[in-house]
């Protein structure tokens, strides 16, 4: 069964700190796909991204990067010079590929980090 | 830029009745999903549709729950009899190619069982 923790309930930090987000996940598959999701007060779900169990290549995008380790089965998040407008809810989550390709994408969320950034 | 739209935004209903949610999936994705958000907590996954049936629902999708695509534009969620545990945010989200694409999400439907 896969699984997704979150160990971080709440994250402080000040204005241009840079915070990493942890993630750790399970699953019996050998294709899975890793997500993230930026919930803002407002409540909506924003994707964030998306990467395949096959690619281990760090991603970076603008003040966002992501560090997938399968070794570890971590897939983390970090927002370097974080700011006020990054103050949301953060979710990590896994989709597996199935037996045979099976799967239509279920996606099991972590329980969520709760970023606050403060001026 | 599409988006799934939700409505409504906040649904309030007593207990036992009906409530159907509504979401408009982005044109042209094919899978189709309904999450579902009690306040405070994870995400968690209800139903997934495709190709015009069910594929895959969770254990928390039982008889009271069904899915529907009426027409070539809408999804819906019903709950036939609501309880007081069904008070959470309901999520609609779709994607191109089911797994091997990410979802988009609506902005939720704030269901209150009263």
């Known amino acids: 069964a896969q699984k997704v923790t979150q160990a971080q309930t709440e994250i402080s930090v000040v204005e241009k700190e840079d915070v990493t987000l942890d993630c750790v996940y399970e699953?019996?598959?050998?294709?899975?796909?890793l997500f993230w999701y930026k919930q803002p007060p407002s409540g909506e779900l924003v994707f964030l991204i998306r990467?395949?169990?096959?690619?281990?290549q760090n991603e970076i995008s603008g003040r966002y990067s992501w560090n997938f380790q399968k070794s570890t089965s971590s897939f983390n998040f970090t927002i370097t010079a974080s700011q006020v407008v990054d103050s949301a809810v953060y979710f990590c989550?896994?989709?597996?590929?199935?037996?045979?390709?099976?799967?239509?994408?279920?996606?099991?969320f972590g329980q969520g980090t709760i970023l606050t950034v403060h001026p | 830029e599409p988006e799934v739209t939700q409505t409504p935004s906040h649904q309030v209903t007593q207990m036992g009745q009906e409530v159907i949610l509504r979401c408009v999936p982005i044109?042209?994705?094919?899978?189709f999903y309904w999450y579902r958000q009690i306040l405070g907590q994870k995400v968690e996954f209800l139903v997934s549709?495709?190709?015009?049936?069910?594929?895959?629902k969770s254990e928390i999708f039982d008889d009271q729950f069904s899915v529907e695509r009426p027409d070539g534009s809408n999804f819906t969620l019903k709950i036939r009899s609501t309880k007081l545990e069904d008070s959470a945010m309901y999520f609609c989200?779709?994607?191109?190619?089911?797994?091997?694409?990410?979802?988009?999400f609506g902005p939720g439907t704030r269901l209150t069982v009263t």
């Open positions: 989550a896994l989709s597996e590929a199935g037996a045979g390709g099976t799967s239509y994408g279920k996606l099991t």
């Open positions: 699953t019996r598959d050998t294709t899975y796909y």
């Open positions: 990467r395949n169990s096959f690619d281990e």
């Open positions: 044109s042209n994705h094919l899978y």
């Open positions: 549709f495709y190709n015009n049936e069910i594929s895959e």
């Open positions: 989200a779709s994607s191109v190619r089911g797994q091997y694409d990410e979802q988009y």
